[in-house]
């Protein structure tokens, strides 16, 4: 199955949340009134568009009927289609690379996401690529979290630097900057603890470590991702504003589109954060992350089966 078809069969849910019941609105409507445009509303918010967001798409659309844009409820998915694949082509998702190796991905976001699956996942598109990776297992605070990075690691042949449980995670990452800079590999992914924003002393921690690449490779990291989990809808945006304060996010990365109908959180990540989404994750397999692609995204959400 190629990765189109795998994306438009992970947002069924979403689908089925949002697509199916705007169709299931303009069939139910001979003409555009209040009622319609609040049961419009309440399709929005429960795909987990967000309030803010549909908000907006809402003053999109009432500024549409007085332009004559929209004049029957026919109208109206046409129009949310070329809004939504606007919002969603905003901004660059282009991947920052290193004029000369290493690239340096440092990835952070809470525990749950599937933070180091997807780091995991991330060394094998790479691989596949023909690239050379190395790991940096600097989430030292929870036991397994080094030792499933090890597994990832032998099963997209990538060498993990790690250092024992408790260790200080600069340490770790001055390490793994040292190896890859030796070695001149592709590319370094380094693997963060759990940030949770009640816990200062580990958001102190992470700048630190962003401290020690800067000073080891000035343009670098290259890209700093935050891992967010679909399924968590609105969640995930709050996480994302409190990780703003505690480093330069330069995109997200957004996991589990698979299990969730609430898919439609991407367009409130676009439109509230002005943040680029680079990766999607629609699937288990090791092969199921893919950089996003704003029109791909749109197309298979609005596809009909």
Request: hydrophobic share 45%.
């Amino acid at each position: 199955m190629g990765f189109f078809n795998k994306l438009k069969n992970s947002l069924n849910k979403t689908r089925k949340s949002f697509t199916e019941k705007i169709e299931q609105l303009v069939i139910g409507y001979a003409d555009i009134n209040d009622e319609c445009l609040d049961e419009l509303e309440e399709i929005l918010i429960s795909a987990d568009v967000g309030v803010q967001t549909t908000m907006k798409l809402m003053d999109d659309v009432r500024k549409g009927i007085k332009k004559k844009e929209i004049n029957s409820p026919q109208d109206l998915q046409p129009f949310l289609i070329k809004r939504i694949s606007e919002i969603l082509s905003i901004g660059e998702n282009t991947i920052n690379t290193a004029v000369a190796p290493p690239t340096v991905f440092l990835v952070i976001g809470v525990n749950g996401v599937g933070k180091t699956t997807t780091i995991g996942k991330l060394a094998k598109y790479y691989k596949n690529q023909n690239k050379s990776v190395l790991l940096a297992a600097a989430d030292t605070f929870r036991a397994a979290a080094i030792d499933q990075l090890q597994i990832w690691g032998q099963r997209a042949a990538a060498e993990v630097i790690a250092h024992e449980e408790g260790a200080d995670p600069s340490a770790v990452v001055f390490d793994a900057l040292k190896a890859a800079l030796a070695r001149k590999t592709d590319v370094l992914i380094i693997d963060t603890a759990g940030r949770l924003h009640t816990k200062s002393n580990l958001m102190d921690e992470l700048n630190k470590m962003y401290r020690i690449i800067k000073r080891e490779i000035p343009d670098a990291p290259h890209e700093t991702l935050l891992v967010l989990d679909a399924t968590t809808g609105q969640n995930a945006i709050h996480q994302a504003e409190l990780f703003t304060k505690a480093a330069p996010i330069t995109g997200v990365i957004l996991t589990k589109l698979d299990g969730t109908a609430k898919g439609g959180v991407i367009i409130g990540i676009k439109s509230q954060l002005s943040m680029p989404v680079k990766w999607i994750g629609v699937g288990e397999g090791e092969d199921d992350l893919q950089p996003f692609i704003a029109e791909d995204f749109a197309t298979a959400l609005f596809s009909k089966k």
